[in-house]
């Protein structure tokens, strides 16, 4: 099979608020790629675990709430909120919740939508266990104080401000979980790229990324 056969897959991992969203939107733009932004994945079970008044440690009614995701719960209008990035945190330390994303996650790599070249996914395990043998990895990482400025910006932004030291011990605390999670911890693959983001404006990190993807995506 020539390469062309095989859809191109771009995996973007990295902390909270590091600009791998924004980055890896414009990224599938440029590049007539799709886009998945897996993080909605489990903002979707942990609001529903939430707005069903379930324990986020009841591991069955997770794996269940996973498995039975469906397009509506993408477009719900609290999954943005700092109590769903929370609970999606906490939802993801449980491995059969990941083990029921898996599988739609990979369907996605293979087989890009509306006849795009391939697909770009961001998460936290996409260039370690998801697509591992993915066409190229990046890692996008900020320090903990920048990336909770962004975070308070974002907030302020869309009428919820909030204090920045509460912002801070928040990021601070999902690296944490995310990080030394047992099931797909954060981490960056061997053969990623690591772009450091603290000291970029958001278009820089774009451009920068673009650099470092252009070669595989010709
Ligand atoms: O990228 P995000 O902030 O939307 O992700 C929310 C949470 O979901 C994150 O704290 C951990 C979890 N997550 C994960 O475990 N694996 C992924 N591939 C994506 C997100």
């Known amino acids: 099979m020539s390469d ?12 909270a608020a590091s600009g791998k969203g ?19 994945l489990y ?18 009614a997770a794996a269940r709430m996973a498995r039975g995701l469906e397009q509506p719960d993408f477009h719900r209008q609290d999954l943005r909120l700092p109590a769903t990035a929370r609970a999606a945190s906490i939802i993801a330390q449980i491995p059969q919740v990941r083990q029921a994303l898996l599988e739609y996650q990979r369907w996605f ?3 890009p939508l509306g006849g795009m ?17 993915a066409t190229v990895k990046l890692f996008i990482t900020a320090s903990p104080e920048e990336r909770a400025r962004r975070r308070c910006a974002e907030l302020a932004q869309g009428g919820n401000p909030a204090d920045y030291a509460t912002v801070l011990s928040d990021v601070i605390a999902r690296d944490k979980r995310d990080r030394e999670r047992a099931s797909a911890p954060l981490r960056q693959a061997d053969d990623a790229h690591l772009l450091d983001t603290t000291n970029l404006a958001i278009d820089e990190a774009v451009a920068k990324a673009a650099e470092i993807l252009e070669p595989y995506l010709r």
Do not use: H, W
């Not at 599938?28 to 909605?40: I, N, P, S, V």
């Not at 079970?45 to 009841?58: F, H, I, R, S, T």
């Not at 996914?121 to 043998?133: E, H």
């Open 4 to 15: 062309r056969a095989s859809p191109l897959v771009v995996a973007v991992d990295g902390p």
């Open 22 to 40: 924004t980055i890896s939107r414009r990224i599938a733009g440029r590049f007539q790629l799709a886009y998945l932004d897996t993080g909605l």
């Open 43 to 60: 903002r979707a079970v942990g609001a529903k675990m939430l707005e069903a008044g379930l324990p986020l440690n009841d591991q069955e």
């Open 109 to 111: 790599a293979r087989n």
């Open 117 to 133: 070249r391939g697909a770009v996914l961001d998460g936290r395990d996409i260039g370690t266990v998801i697509c591992p043998d």
